[in-house]
């Protein structure tokens, strides 16, 4: 199975910086990456899907980059209501889907 | 709308079983591959099984040859059978509608509310 890894696990930051959340993967996946919120008590909602693709509704501070192994999400300006966890998943027709541990985006 | 609504979670004990089942509105069930994705308390999110448009069903090691998906297309829903369970099992399920682009699926577009089962004597 291809290991999704994300870092850092934690990120302290403030309303109005720019974060960025990095995912591996543990062999190639070319671009087909996905990127999740989760927040406390609540399912998971698709933010972006391969790699860069915004799902509608989701805010343009979000955005998506990388293809192969490497891939970020990153928060161009970060609002209050973006304090929650960050999940990437691959998938890939050969693979099962699976996903990073998570990111606690945190004050 | 597009929904997806879970139910049939519980306290089950170790070796019983339970059927979780998903109620989808706004779309046929039977047009789209759909999931069951967990997520044990504190912990991160686990892919658990799916089923695709055609029928074909694939599941994660973890529970390969303990649970069963299936789906009804006159009722437009999705069922989990969760046989002899562990106490690893304990985790919210979410019932997921697969998205679809660019030539591929695998991702999840629509996810339901969760139902936590509890596995525990």
């Known amino acids: 199975d291809i290991q999704m890894t994300q870092s850092p696990s934690t990120l302290s930051a403030s309303v109005g910086d720019r974060v960025t959340i990095t995912c591996r993967a543990s062999?190639?996946?070319?671009?087909?990456l996905v990127w999740y919120q989760q927040k406390p008590g609540k399912a998971p909602k698709l933010l972006i899907y391969?790699?860069?693709i915004l799902e509608s509704g989701v805010p343009s501070r979000f955005s998506g980059s990388g293809s192969g192994t490497e891939f970020t999400l990153t928060i161009s300006s970060l609002q209050p209501d973006d304090f929650a966890t960050y999940y990437c998943?691959?998938?890939?027709?050969?693979?099962?889907?699976?996903f990073g541990q998570g990111t606690k985006v945190v004050i | 709308e597009v929904q997806v609504v879970e139910s049939g979670g519980g306290l089950v004990q170790p070796g019983g079983s339970l059927r979780l089942s998903c109620a989808a509105s706004?779309?046929?069930?039977?047009?789209?591959?759909m999931s069951w994705v967990r997520q044990a308390p504190g912990k991160g999110l686990e892919w658990v099984s799916v089923?695709?448009?055609?029928?074909?069903?694939k599941y994660a090691d973890s529970v390969k040859g303990r649970f069963i998906i299936s789906r009804d297309n006159s009722e437009n829903r999705l069922y989990l059978q969760m046989n002899s369970l562990r106490d690893e099992d304990t985790a919210v399920y979410y019932c997921?509608?697969?998205?679809?682009?660019?030539?591929?699926?695998?991702?999840?577009?629509?996810w339901g509310q969760g139902t936590l089962v509890t596995v525990s004597s």
């Open positions: 089923i695709h448009s055609g029928g074909t069903t």
């Open positions: 062999q190639s996946i070319s671009t087909w």
């Open positions: 391969k790699t860069s």
């Open positions: 998943q691959q998938y890939n027709y050969y693979s099962p889907r699976t």
């Open positions: 706004g779309f046929f069930v039977s047009d789209k591959y």
């Open positions: 997921a509608r697969e998205g679809y682009s660019y030539g591929l699926t695998g991702y999840f577009d629509q």
